[in-house]
C-alpha cells in the first residue's frame, strides 16, 4: 500500500528538456528579427537613416531617463536631431538630444 508507483509518473528526460530549452530561444530569436525588421520598416517610412538612429540610442540610452523613453521614436528622434543641425548650421553651440 505505501509503494511509489513511479511507473505512473511522467518524469522527462535530458534530452526532452533541452529540446524545449532550444526551441524557446529559437522562438524568441525569431520574435525579436520580426521587431527589429518593424522597426527598420518604420523608420524607412519616417525617412530616418537607421544606422544613424541605432547608433545614436546606443550612445544615449544608458544615460537616458526612463520616463522619457519615448524621445527615442522615430518622430520625436528626427524633430530633436533637426533642431541640434540648425543649432550647429546657425553657429549657435550645440546641445544634446536629450
Known sequence: MGEL????VWVPDAHFVEQVRC???????R????AMCALAGTWRLNGIELEAWFSDVIERVGDHPINRNDDFLPWQWQAARREVHLEE??????RSCE
Do not use: I, T, V, Y
Not at 508507483?5 to 505512473?8: A, K, Q, V, W, Y
Open 89 to 94: 548650421a546657425a553657429g549657435a553651440p550645440a
Open 31 to 34: 520574435h525579436l528579427l520580426l
Open 5 to 8: 508507483l513511479l511507473d505512473s
Open 23 to 29: 526551441h524557446r530561444a529559437e522562438a524568441l530569436r
